[in-house]
Nanobody, 115 residues
């Protein structure tokens, strides 16, 4: 079992920056990939960014060039730095960890971008 706890998020003006963090505990050593997904009201959950154990990263098209994912393997943490935020980035951001064959989810943290 893996437990994920997100922190950060909040309210920010458009064009601003914000970061979120996720701490993994439990069987964290079994985690391969960690990442972030988001879900806006009335929309499906979508990939924001993911980083594998080997350090490979994948970003959703809408955040490329603005968001950066990083991972601290020693601390079992994953971070998401969000820059140049847009109104459409408003969503609940969920931390995700994949430890085959199971995907684990955090409880989510709200990010709201205001005009």
């Amino acid at each position: 079992q893996v437990q994920l706890v997100e922190s950060g998020g909040g309210l920010v003006q458009a064009g601003g920056s914000l970061s979120v963090s996720c701490a993994a505990s439990g069987s964290a050593v079994s985690i391969n990939a960690m990442g972030w997904y988001r879900q806006a009201p009335g929309k499906q959950r979508e990939l924001v960014a993911v980083v594998t154990r080997g350090g490979s990263t994948t970003y959703g098209n809408s955040v490329k060039g603005r968001f950066t994912i990083s991972r601290d393997y020693a601390k079992n943490m994953v971070y998401l730095q969000m820059n140049s935020l847009k109104l459409e980035d408003t969503a609940v951001y969920y931390c995700n960890a994949y430890a085959a064959p199971t995907a684990y989810w955090g409880q989510g943290t709200q990010v709201t971008v205001s005009s």
